[in-house]
């Protein structure tokens, strides 16, 4: 199982990013999907998670400027990041819960993608 993101850059502050992250490989089902950030001095931290349910949750801090999308055909998750500030600055982590195969007993993996940079600068 492979997570691609993209979707990173420069922005200035008050701009808008779209990240993306797509899961490839062979497995049974994705459980929950999800973003987390770290930005250089500091512990990686949630950002954002959706689970194959629909519930959504957000890191207090992007609330209202953040919103999570799944598209379950494609086994893609998207960030949409609006008024950006320069906080938001770090390397972001797409993750998933993938069930690799049927069996109700085989607790879901996290896989994790590369990593994309978001810069929050004027």
């Known amino acids: 199982v492979q997570l691609q993101a993209s979707g990173g850059g420069l922005v200035q502050p008050g701009g808008s990013l779209r990240l993306s992250c797509a899961a490839s490989?062979?497995?049974?089902?994705?459980?929950?999907m999800g973003w987390y950030r770290q930005a250089p001095g500091k512990q990686r931290e949630v950002v954002a998670g959706v689970i194959s349910g629909g519930s959504i949750n957000y890191v207090d801090s992007v609330k209202g400027r953040f919103t999570i999308s799944r598209d379950n055909a494609k086994n893609t998750v998207y960030l949409q990041m609006n008024s950006l500030k320069p906080e938001d600055t770090a390397v972001y982590y797409c993750?998933?819960?993938?069930?690799?195969?049927?069996?109700?007993?085989?607790?879901?993996?996290?896989?994790w993608g590369q990593g994309t940079q978001v810069t929050v600068s004027s």
């Open positions: 490989g062979s497995f049974f089902s994705i459980n929950a």
């Open positions: 993750n998933a819960d993938v069930q690799l195969t049927g069996d109700r007993f085989l607790l879901p993996k996290r896989y």
